[in-house]
């Protein structure tokens, strides 16, 4: 439990540009304080004292703001930064390393029993005022913006932002918002590549026809010009001639 309390109170001076010293980091952060009163309060749980941890829990919660369960679950080297309003219920489990804000709830969605609250990974940020709700799980490395209200499980390396939370980056790289004023219709795309696709057609049915009219045509020009069936076009260099296929759009 001492090592674990040493890694509580070291990340503190990483995490936070405004810890100055140990005597602050000891008496100013009630983050601090209250890991304190949960790791005595969850151990005694564990050894089967009742009433004790929770009262604890309760005490820890008047001096610090912060409310944490008994029975959850919380690595090592957490920081739960100013603290005010946090809630963390009695099935969660938070990884080692996560950094949680004011005013994070780790709650129950009030339609499940038994395991009802979320898992964290390790290192997953919480921004101040998120509700992160249900039996979830939250990868490593993700980040949780600041009041969202996270519902589904969200892979390890993901930032997650909005209401109900969604994924804007995973693994460093953007996934666009979800537009709800401009969805995709699926229905429509089908009619449109249909209808390209009969034009498509059209376009090819029109050109195969044009060789058709070819012999018909000649056929009319030698009948008008009386000529001889046996006639050689190609031979032929009259103006008369070119007139009447141009004319006829060949
Ligand atoms: C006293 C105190 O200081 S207490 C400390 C309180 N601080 C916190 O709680 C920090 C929590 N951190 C956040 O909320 C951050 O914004 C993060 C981690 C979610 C995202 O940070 P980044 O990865 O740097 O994302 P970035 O700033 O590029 O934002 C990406 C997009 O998400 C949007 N976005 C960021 N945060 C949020 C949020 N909390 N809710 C909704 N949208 C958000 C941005 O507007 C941006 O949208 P756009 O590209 O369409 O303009
Ligand atoms: N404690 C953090 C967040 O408020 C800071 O000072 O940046």
């Not at 209250?34 to 004292?49: D, E, M």
């Not at 919480?126 to 979830?136: I, M």
């Not at 930032?159 to 460093?172: E, K, L, M, Q």
């Amino acid at each position: 439990m001492l090592s674990t309390l040493s890694a509580d109170f070291r990340i503190i001076f990483e995490r936070d540009p405004a810890a100055r010293n140990w005597l602050e980091v000891l008496f100013c952060y009630p983050g601090l304080q209250a890991l304190i009163f949960h790791r005595l309060s969850h151990w005694l749980r564990s050894i089967g004292i009742p009433f004790i941890p929770r009262f604890i829990s309760h005490i820890a919660r008047f001096l610090t703001g912060i409310e944490i369960h008994p029975g959850a679950l919380i690595g090592k080297g957490v920081f739960i930064d100013h603290g005010m309003g946090v809630v963390i219920g009695e099935t969660a489990i938070v990884g080692d390393y996560a950094l949680i804000y004011q005013g994070v709830t780790l709650g129950g969605t009030g339609k499940e029993s038994g395991k009802r609250h979320p898992t964290l990974g390790e290192n997953v940020v919480v921004g101040a005022g998120a509700k992160v709700l249900g039996n979830l799980q939250i990868g490593n490395n993700v980040r949780i913006g600041a009041g969202s209200v996270v519902l589904r499980d969200v892979p390890s390396n993901c930032t997650v932002v909005g209401i109900p939370g969604r994924i804007i980056y995973r693994s460093g790289v953007r996934v666009a918002p979800l537009e709800h004023n401009n969805l995709p219709d699926s229905e429509a795309e089908v009619i449109r590549t249909l209808v390209d696709r009969i034009e498509a057609l059209e376009e090819q049915i029109q050109a195969l026809q044009t060789p058709v009219k070819t012999p018909i045509l000649i056929g009319q020009f030698i009948q008008e010009n009386e000529l001889p069936k046996e006639h050689n076009f190609c031979n032929i260099r009259d103006k008369k001639i070119q007139e009447f296929f141009d004319g006829a759009g060949i």
